[in-house]
């Protein structure tokens, strides 16, 4: 296309974006987790911070950002920031 077209590096302008989740799930593929006895023992008695974070629902749209930029010829451009709910 770029050839056919006859874009020159010039005229191209390249972008990227990535998202970043302020409380990401305990295991991002299955939101589960495997306890050894220790573990275990912790979970049952209701204490530390393994408990605390098994006890609250994982939310639906975990908060979060996006950060895009994008980069040419000219140089790169500014970082923009979107926030969410």
């Not at 629902?57 to 010829?73: E, R």
């Amino acid at each position: 296309m770029i050839l056919d077209k006859n874009i020159f590096g010039r005229n191209i302008y390249f972008t990227d974006e990535e998202r970043f989740i302020l409380n990401p799930p305990l295991n991002k593929t299955t939101n589960q987790i495997r306890l050894d006895n220790k573990g275990l023992e912790e979970y049952n008695s209701g204490k530390g911070k393994l408990f605390e974070k098994i006890a609250n629902p994982v939310p639906k749209f975990p908060k979060g950002f996006m950060v895009t930029d994008g980069i040419s010829y000219n140089g790169v451009d500014k970082l923009i920031f979107v926030l969410g709910q």
